[in-house]
């Protein structure tokens, strides 16, 4: 079955707006679209987008530079611009990243939205603030190499023009050296609770994407690292609870959450095996029992992009 997915061009009368010193202005007509992000998730990009006050001199080409985008974007985002003109002291819609903004019709969901798309749906899922059900969402993408490199937006303009400009696929692989991260969180190995991908909730039957794997085991038992690495986080964080993140080499990063007490501080050096913290209940876990939430994320353009942790769970 195919379904009809719009995409949104805006007139919206203006609003109050605040400027910042770099002429980026805030709390654009897109952002009224946008429903309040999922606490522990990032920032919708619809909340993200801002508008920009054109001044002398000033051109579609020089705007989107500054903001690493492309001119398509900024015209796409601005129907007014279809003719390439700006005039001074004019407002235009900035979007954080390059992509459009669709409405999705009744009854759709992330996987359905994310196979038209073609792009992650964990991703997608994300970007967009983690939203149960949104009515409309920002559809990003990024450069890649020809061997499938994702590379940042503001690396754009060096890149040669028979690289072709496609959305995010199946993987957002590091271009810096791959890391042998693998090693376990637990002393033995437990039960998976509830593995990674789209899940359904056990406890009110909402299909829903699982970053991470729940793993089993007593309340107080200790977590460990499963790879040497630098401590980015050690706090409440939302929906995780109690929260340790763990940046390795190789862009890759290791959570683990839900934890009853934390036993390290941001900045500290931890090695394989060293104690993160302790199994618990906290934040809002999906199931009663008390389990390790586990995460590997891998770096992209998009930010932190979430990774089967079955690759890296090695005893």
């Known amino acids: ?114 196979a038209k798309y073609k792009i992650r749906p964990d991703a997608l899922f994300e970007v967009n603030g983690c939203q ?16 499938g490199r994702s590379r940042s937006v ?37 039960t998976v609770a509830l593995p990674y991908g789209w899940q359904t909730n056990p406890t009110n039957g909402e299909v829903f994407f699982h970053s991470g794997v729940d793993l089993l085991a007593a309340k107080g038992t200790p977590v460990q690292a499963i790879g040497d690495g630098t401590v980015a986080f050690a706090n409440e964080q939302g929906t995780y609870g109690k929260l340790v993140i763990i940046n390795h080499s190789g ?15 941001v900045g500290q050096q931890v090695k394989k095996g060293g104690i993160v913290g302790t199994v618990g209940t906290t934040g809002t876990p ?3 029992q008390p389990h390790l939430h586990f995460e590997v994320r891998s770096s992209s353009s998009l930010g932190w992009a979430a990774q089967d942790p079955k690759g890296y769970l090695q005893r």
């Open 1 to 114: 079955m195919t379904f009809c997915y719009r995409l949104l061009f805006l007139c919206i009368s203006s609003i109050s707006i605040v400027t910042s010193t770099f002429g980026l202005m805030y709390n654009s007509p897109y952002s009224a679209l946008a429903q309040t992000s999922v606490t522990g998730c990032q920032t919708s990009a619809l909340e993200r987008f801002g508008r920009h006050k054109v001044a002398p001199g000033e051109t579609v080409e020089s705007i989107a530079q500054r903001y690493n985008l492309t001119p398509a974007t900024i015209i796409a985002m601005n129907p007014a611009l279809q003719n390439s003109k700006v005039a001074i002291g004019s407002e235009i819609q900035i979007p954080p990243y390059n992509g459009i903004v669709i409405e999705v019709p009744p009854g759709q969901n992330w996987r359905q939205i994310a």
């Open 132 to 147: 149960k059900n949104p009515k409309f969402v920002f559809v990003p993408e990024v450069k890649r190499f020809r061997d």
């Open 154 to 190: 503001s690396d754009r303009r060096t890149e040669a023009g028979a690289l072709r400009h496609r959305p995010i696929t199946e993987s957002f692989p590091s271009t810096s050296t791959p890391s042998k991260l693998a090693g376990y969180p637990l002393a033995e190995v437990a």
């Open 251 to 265: 862009g890759l990063q290791s959570r683990y959450a839900h934890l009853d007490s934390i036993k390290v501080s």
């Open 286 to 288: 999906t199931t009663n």
